[in-house]
């Protein structure tokens, strides 16, 4: 038997991420492999194509990975994405950030959900300082998710954690 395509997925990931590491210098694939586990583990979803793309989130964006490369080795919907995951570096920061949400808001509610996956290991890995960095993105993810019906879980995920993290 195969790998399936979440093992696929952690593996070219790994592979994808090998020299980068996370502000405190642990591997950066440990966040891609957390964003994917928050969507099960704390979410609840489990469809395939979904914790792929969670894993494979950052790739395009940050690595010597293009699209056609998630395309050939994953397919379409879990390039796609991926695809609506990843920002248009070449845009200025202001730009770009409106068109980050342009994109995730008319792509696909999955990509959305790995977002808030995203945003959610953020913050739970952040040090206090660091957490008003992601209130912003938070709060920018939370208002394009607001009418998505399957994500009212997920959102509400956030808002918890967001309220506990304003405790600490």
Not at 26 to 52: E, Q
Not at 119 to 147: C, G, H, W
Request: proline letters at 2%; a negative charge.
């Amino acid at each position: 038997m195969g790998k399936s395509l979440w093992q696929g997925a952690a593996a070219f990931a790994a592979n994808a991420h090998r020299n980068q590491t996370r502000y405190d210098k642990r591997p950066y694939v440990s966040h891609c492999v957390r964003v994917a586990m928050t969507i099960h583990l704390v979410f609840g979803f489990d469809d395939p194509a979904v914790l792929a793309g969670a894993l494979l989130h950052d790739t395009i964006e940050d690595c010597d990975v293009d699209y056609d490369d998630i395309l050939n080795a994953f397919g379409q919907e879990v390039a796609d994405y991926v695809a609506v995951m990843t920002k248009d570096m070449r845009l200025e920061q202001t730009i770009r950030e409106v068109s980050y949400d342009e994109q995730l808001a008319q792509g696909p509610w999955q990509g959305r959900l790995i977002k808030l996956a995203d945003v959610f290991d953020n913050f739970t890995d952040s040090v206090p300082k660091m957490r008003t960095n992601y209130i912003e993105k938070a709060n920018r993810i939370l208002a394009l998710t607001q009418n998505d019906r399957q994500l009212q879980g997920a959102r509400e995920c956030l808002l918890e954690l967001m309220h506990e993290m304003a405790k600490c």
